[in-house]
T-cell receptor, first 109, second 115 residues
Framework: EDKVVQSPLSLVVHEGDTVTLNCSYEVTNFRSLLWYKQEKKAPTFLFMLTSSGIEKKSGRLSSILDKKELFSILNITATQTGDSAVYLCAVGRDDKIIFGKGTRLHILP | ETGVTQSPTHLIKTRGQQVTLRCSSQSGHNTVSWYQQALGQGPQFIFQYYREEENGRGNFPPRFSGLQFPNYSSELNVNALELDDSALYLC??????????????FGQGTRLTVV
């Protein structure tokens, strides 16, 4: 059965810290790995990764994919209270997107 | 703002009733998918439509059904509502056919409560 597993499920850090969120997957017909940030309702798109070893960056956020070991990480440096959210990892196939349960990140001021 | 709009935002229904949720895709997006997100869980895929045809379905019973219209807007219908159907229902649209790598843009969701 296809699955996407995120760790940790919950994380509390202080403002300014760096965090690493993990995502492992076992999914047939892999097309892409996606990261979303969900603050209240609508998940907002962060990154889409399709190739191994190529880091994608957006400001303080970066992500990389390892298709051999079947995992991805999302790094957030110099965290801010506005980074508090649930971060969702998902794997895209032709016919669906399979989500993990998410990592709930809380940044203390 | 993603340009994907869902209605209504909140809804309370009684067990056994039927409900229709609506989604208006972002302009130019021809693929739409629906997800159910229970509290504390990740979104669970219900089904996907591409150019008015269903082209993928998750592990949901037949009482969950959908439609996509020529303007690419979409409906999710749930019959014989059960208490466990209480969740946030998310609609997502994509600008390309499912076989192409692209991200999905989500609407704000409909919070359904079944009592």
């Amino acid at each position: 059965e296809d699955k996407v597993v995120q760790s940790p499920l919950s994380l509390v850090v202080h403002e300014g810290d760096t965090v690493t969120l993990n995502c492992s997957y076992e999914v047939t017909n892999f097309r892409s790995l996606l990261w979303y940030k969900q603050e209240k309702k609508a998940p907002t798109f962060l990154f889409m990764l399709t190739s191994s070893g190529i880091e994608k960056k957006s400001g303080r956020l970066s992500s990389i994919l390892d298709k051999k070991e079947l995992f991805s990480i999302l790094n957030i440096t110099a965290t801010q209270t506005g980074d508090s959210a649930v971060y969702l990892c998902a794997v895209g196939r032709d016919d669906k997107i399979i989500f993990g349960k998410g990592t709930r990140l809380h940044i203390l001021p | 703002e993603t340009g994907v709009t869902q209605s209504p935002t909140h809804l309370i229904k009684t067990r056994g009733q039927q409900v229709t949720l609506r989604c208006s895709s972002q302009s130019g997006h021809n693929t739409v998918s629906w997800y159910q997100q229970a509290l504390g869980q990740g979104p669970q895929f219900i089904f996907q439509y591409y150019r008015e045809e269903e082209n993928g379905r998750g592990n949901f019973p037949p009482r969950f059904s959908g439609l996509q219209f020529p303007n690419y807007s979409s409906e999710l219908n749930v019959n014989a509502l059960e208490l466990d159907d209480s969740a946030l229902y998310l609609c997502a649209s994509s600008p390309t056919p499912p076989r192409m790598n692209t991200e999905a843009f989500f609407g704000q969701g409909t919070r359904l409560t079944v009592v």
